[in-house]
């Protein structure tokens, strides 16, 4: 059974680093591209980063609202995806998923319909 597992978030105050974890299971991590995707109260799901598979060239995309402020890695030994996110905003709130395209070999995109499994969400909150 295919499974995505978020873990790592919680209440950081501006300026402030948090980890995101999505731990894989059921399927071999390097063949997919995962993304990560975020939605605020009110507001449309939309997209944060994803990492293509090492079997398509690898590639990296990030929104421009978290470019330079968020790494997304992965590890393919713990079948575990990272999304690094430092000098947060309280504009940043909201819940975070992370997804898989359940079609393999193909460049991420940042649009949650091309994705087939989704987590349950971790909750990340930006205030004083």
């Known amino acids: 059974q295919l499974q995505l597992v978020e873990s790592g978030g919680g209440l950081v105050q501006p300026g402030g680093s948090l980890r995101l974890s999505c731990a894989l299971s059921g399927f071999t991590l390097r063949y997919y591209g995962i993304g990560w995707f975020r939605q605020a109260p009110g507001k449309e799901r939309e997209g944060v980063s994803c990492?293509?598979?090492?079997?398509?060239?690898?590639?990296?995309v990030y929104a421009d609202s978290v470019k330079g402020r968020f790494t997304i890695s992965r590890d393919n030994a713990k079948n575990t995806v990272y999304l690094q996110m430092n000098s947060l905003k309280p504009e940043d709130t909201a819940v975070y998923f992370c997804?898989?395209?359940?079609?393999?070999?193909?460049?991420?995109?940042?649009?949650?319909?091309?994705?087939?499994?989704w987590g349950q969400g971790t909750q990340v909150t930006v205030s004083s």
């Open positions: 997804a898989a395209d359940a079609r393999p070999f193909r460049p991420c995109v940042l649009a949650p319909t091309v994705y087939d499994y």
């Open positions: 990492s293509s598979s090492s079997r398509t060239d690898g590639s990296t």
